[in-house]
């Protein structure tokens, strides 16, 4: 009887030293994934930080005073390091967009059909985007005002009148998901121009301009980026130059950041900024919008930001 007792005290020290074991493991496994999230975070933040000396760094490119210097706002890749972080920032002026309240219609046709539409459905989506921002409610003949997205099934209209973002594009009837993701990074509401500038248009804005297309659009790019000044011309058509300078741009820069940690941990910012730098007591520069690339963070701005990012 004893001995059996005895056997039963063993078993049952076994048995508890097994599940503290395996407590043990699991505190240990938990811990080192709390461990590994607070690094990943850690690390995030840090990219983030570094996406943010981009911005930072490209306002001050912009408004360099040795034009020589200064960055040029077409495109090309600008590389730096930062707190062990590689960044890559990419500009590009506003004016070179399609505007989505001035642009021509030929222009937003032609936008449409370097997107991929056919020549049809891209006329009829201009004209539907020229009903979205007209103030009257005379559908074009292949437009769309409120008969035509009630007869869609849409309980909305058309604004009718000037778009209030670039995300309001994908509300008119005819846009779809896949279209807008292509378009997005052409378009604007900030240049007031009736066609894009080529000195800083992005390839697919380069193709809405009438006359324009894929080959030579590119062609173009890869010319422009070959200039070491924002002021040197660059040749666009035979027998015809196309100049830098200030005239008929925008003072609104699109700015694109990448910063990369060592270890591949990312972050990707999307800014659209305005340069204000007028004196010693403004900042140099808001936000008109502010995105980050992962879903669920982005912010679009509807007060101006400082350098730190603090509101006005």
């Known amino acids: 009887m004893r001995r ?57 490119g912009l408004t360099e005073r040795d034009m020589r210097r200064r960055w040029v706002d077409d495109g090309r890749a600008y590389r730096f390091d930062f707190d062990r972080a590689r960044v890559t920032v990419r500009l590009y002026n506003e004016s070179g967009k399609v505007d989505l309240n001035t642009a021509a219609p030929p222009v937003l046709t032609g936008l449409f059909r370097a997107a991929g539409l056919d020549p049809e459905r891209a006329e009829a989506l201009s004209e539907a985007v020229q009903d979205w921002r007209d103030p009257d409610n005379a559908a074009l003949p292949n437009g769309a005002e409120r008969a035509q997205y009630h007869a869609a099934g849409r309980d909305d209209g058309p604004r009718n009148g000037p778009f209030q973002s670039i995300e309001e594009l994908q509300r008119v009837l005819g846009m779809t998901p ?82 990369r940690l060592s270890n591949g941990v990312r972050a990707a910012l999307h800014a659209v900024i305005r340069l204000d730098g007028n004196g010693a007591d403004q900042w140099p520069y808001s936000v008109l919008h502010w995105a980050w690339a992962n879903p669920g963070q982005q912010q679009p701005a509807s007060a101006s930001r400082s350098p730190a990012g603090a509101a006005r």
């Open 178 to 259: 896949a279209l807008y993701a292509r378009v997005a990074p052409a378009i604007t509401i900030w240049s007031g121009r009736t066609q894009p500038d080529p000195l800083s248009a992005p390839q697919l804005a380069l193709q809405a301009i009438p006359g324009m297309d894929a080959q030579r659009a590119a062609n173009f790019v890869g010319l422009r980026q070959q200039r070491t000044s924002a002021l040197q011309a660059v040749p666009f058509e035979p027998g015809m130059v196309v100049s830098g300078g200030p005239g008929g741009r925008s003072d609104s820069e699109t700015v694109q950041v990448q910063a």
């Open 4 to 60: 059996h007792q005895q056997g039963v005290a063993l078993l049952m020290v076994l048995w508890a030293t097994a599940l503290l074991g395996i407590m043990l493991a699991a505190f240990a496994v938990s811990m080192r994934t709390e461990g590994l999230q607070a690094r990943y975070q850690f690390d995030q933040v840090r990219a983030r930080y570094a996406a943010e000396a981009g911005l930072a760094r490209a306002v001050y």
